[in-house]
């Protein structure tokens, strides 16, 4: 066998190898490894984003494989994801407070729900919901834990919707966290431009666990650190009465812009800087 036969006879034999390699990984990592087999009882579940699950994908409880998602469907009376979940009969002592996450494998791997056990003594049934969910974790947030803006609430109970208008929002994005005290209690649900009034209208998703927000509370747009992403902080007020859905913050504080920093700075001098004392007038001596 000449030299260049023997080349190609290599060149094929890996090429082989290397297609059945991708067609192995491709049934371990996708759906065709996660067909479901055995009796089942199914259950619903509701989040607000599912990123790229898809159906047959695996349902898992301290990451062991307990069942698989049979079908997604968008809610046409809101915008929220029905995810009906497929468990085996063997897993039916599944408390009904339980939480319903969506996790991905590795970095870039498929996406499952996690299931991870509530305290209610009592268990899930054939076409229960699972009222406590959290949605698929967003690049866009994760880099935003990375750079210091923080996370956003878990959102498990719903949200409601306020409303914020800022002569200038910075860098402000949608997704970012909004805070009050430092503790993160919802996200930015979307940034408008009023053509109108020329300022932006920030509409704001708050966790409902935080209802009682009272409607003379400020909204103001901080920088995480020096260089970190921007949120919005919320500063509660005195008043008796609490904000409902759909009200509008009044009292607001725009984005600081570094130019405008620098500018006070060399405005007002340096903060240990003394100014001197007024001359006192000869008619004040004696």
Same mark, same amino acid.
């Given at each position: 066998?000449?030299?260049?036969?023997?080349?190609?006879?290599?060149?094929?034999?890996?090429?082989?190898?290397?297609?059945?390699?991708?067609?192995?990984?491709?049934?371990?990592?996708?759906?065709?490894?996660?067909?479901?087999?055995?009796?089942?009882?199914?259950?619903?579940?509701?989040?607000?984003?599912?990123?790229?699950?898809?159906?047959?994908?695996?349902?898992?409880?301290?990451?062991?494989?307990? @069942? !698989?998602?049979?079908?997604?469907?968008?809610?046409?009376?809101?915008?929220?994801?029905?995810?009906?979940?497929?468990?085996?009969?063997?897993?039916?002592?599944?408390? #009904? #407070?339980?939480?319903?996450?969506?996790?991905?494998?590795?970095?870039?791997?498929?996406?499952?729900?996690?299931?991870?056990y509530g305290n209610s003594k009592k268990d899930l049934a054939e @076409?229960?919901?699972?009222?406590?969910?959290?949605?698929?974790?967003?690049?866009?947030?994760?880099?935003?834990?990375?750079?210091?803006?923080?996370?956003?609430?878990?959102n498990l109970g719903g949200s409601y919707v306020l409303k914020a208008?800022?002569?200038?929002?910075?860098?402000?994005?949608? @997704?970012?966290?909004?805070?009050?005290?430092?503790?993160?209690?919802?996200?930015?649900?979307?940034?408008?431009? #009023?053509?109108?009034?020329?300022?932006?209208?920030?509409?704001?998703?708050?966790?409902?666990?935080?209802?009682?927000?009272?409607?003379?509370?400020?909204?103001?747009?901080?920088?995480?650190?020096?260089?970190?992403?921007?949120?919005?902080?919320?500063?509660?007020?005195?008043?008796?009465?609490?904000?409902?859905?759909? #009200?509008?913050?009044?009292?607001?504080?725009?984005?600081? !812009?570094?130019?405008?920093?620098?500018?006070k700075f060399l405005v007002n001098g340096s903060p240990t800087e003394?100014?001197?004392?007024?001359?006192?007038?000869?008619?004040?001596?004696?």
């Amino acid at each position: 066998m000449s030299q260049r036969n023997s080349y190609a006879v290599g060149t094929g034999l890996f090429i082989v190898l290397g297609f059945a390699a991708l067609a192995y990984l491709a049934t371990q990592t996708t759906s065709v490894a996660n067909t479901h087999q055995g009796a089942s009882y199914t259950v619903q579940a509701h989040f607000a984003n599912i990123g790229q699950l898809k159906e047959r994908a695996p349902v898992k409880i301290a990451g062991v494989r307990v @069942g !698989q998602v049979r079908t997604i469907a968008l809610d046409p009376k809101r915008e929220a994801a029905d995810v009906t979940l497929a468990i085996d009969e063997r897993y039916s002592h599944i408390p #009904d #407070d339980s939480v319903a996450t969506i996790f991905t494998s590795g970095l870039l791997g498929d996406q499952y729900v996690g299931i991870e056990y509530g305290n209610s003594k009592k268990d899930l049934a054939e @076409g229960a919901t699972l009222a406590r969910t959290k949605p698929a974790q967003q690049l866009e947030e994760m880099l935003g834990k990375f750079f210091g803006a923080g996370g956003v609430a878990d959102n498990l109970g719903g949200s409601y919707v306020l409303k914020a208008r800022f002569s200038n929002v910075g860098a402000l994005s949608v @997704g970012a966290p909004v805070k009050m005290a430092g503790v993160p209690i919802g996200s930015v649900m979307a940034v408008h431009a #009023d053509p109108v009034k020329l300022d932006a209208e920030v509409e704001l998703a708050i966790d409902r666990k935080y209802d009682q927000i009272p409607d003379d509370s400020a909204a103001a747009v901080f920088t995480s650190g020096l260089i970190g992403t921007q949120y919005v902080a919320v500063q509660p007020g005195g008043s008796p009465e609490f904000l409902k859905n759909g #009200d509008e913050m009044v009292l607001t504080q725009s984005a600081m !812009q570094l130019e405008d920093l620098i500018g006070k700075f060399l405005v007002n001098g340096s903060p240990t800087e003394k100014k001197e004392a007024p001359a006192e007038s000869p008619a004040g001596k004696h």
